[in-house]
């Protein structure tokens, strides 16, 4: 496979269950991000990893859990979600770069459609 | 911090006709990028620009990057009804590192067979 592969791509859990979305890219890339899309909203920036770690929470609460085991692997954890949670969310991945340097965007993933009951 | 504004929000425009949409800067980019989504997908890289006053196209679409480096336009012409989706926007700064991009709100476009 080529690209960012998100799954599952469709998911409907109730307020007390636990999911976990999957991100995999096979670009080599070594920066990871999640974000959220709620209908016909601008994309909200949720969480960066660069190099498996966390640079970045954009005051996401805490029953969003992402995990970064590798550079080619993002998950998010979901528990206790809302019904405002039900949203888009896309993965991301890029090639961290140093300061200085330009860069060649960011190659998004499919997404997963959440709806949360 | 960085932000951007995208415009126009929406459009609802014939098929055949021309579309333009930009995006402004409160600082100075040295990259920008332009994305579409369409329905239910993840964002696709339409045009990337790295030079100020560079124009480029890409098929019917063409995109500039503006001599201030604060702003860019997108230009699609002669639309047709798989253009329908959302544009988005996108800047990097050389000074920020790990190449975080900053993106616009999106236009959402409309076209009327």
């Known amino acids: 496979e080529t690209g960012v592969t998100q799954t599952p791509r469709h998911l409907v859990m109730g307020m007390t269950n636990k999911k976990s979305l999957k991100c995999e890219q096979h670009?080599?890339?070594?920066?990871m991000y999640w974000y959220k899309q709620s209908a016909k909203k601008p994309l909200e920036l949720m969480f960066v990893y660069n190099f498996k770690e966390q640079t970045e929470n954009n005051s996401v609460p805490s029953r969003f859990s992402p995990e970064c085991p590798n550079s080619s692997h993002l998950f998010l954890h979901l528990h206790t979600l809302q019904p405002e949670d039900s949203a888009l969310y896309l993965c991301?991945?890029?090639?961290?770069?140093?300061?200085?340097?330009?860069?060649?965007?960011?190659?998004f993933g499919s997404g997963t459609r959440l709806t949360v009951v | 911090g960085q932000q951007l504004n995208q415009s126009p929000q929406s459009m609802f425009i014939q098929e055949g006709e021309d579309v333009s949409m930009n995006c402004t800067s409160s600082s100075i980019f040295n990259t920008w990028l332009w994305y579409k989504q369409d329905p239910g997908e993840g964002p696709v890289l339409l045009i990337a620009l790295y030079k100020a006053g560079e124009l480029t196209s890409n098929g019917r679409l063409t995109a500039q990057f503006g001599i201030t480096r604060k702003d860019s336009f997108l230009n699609i012409s002669a639309s047709i009804p798989s253009d329908v989706g959302i544009y988005f926007c996108?800047?990097?700064?050389?000074?920020?590192?790990?190449?975080?991009?900053?993106f616009g709100q999106g236009t959402e476009l409309s076209v009327k067979p």
């Open positions: 670009l080599g890339h070594n920066a």
């Open positions: 996108a800047g990097h700064s050389i000074y920020n590192q790990g190449g975080k991009l900053i």
């Open positions: 991301a991945s890029s090639q961290f770069i140093g300061a200085g340097r330009s860069m060649d965007g960011y190659t």
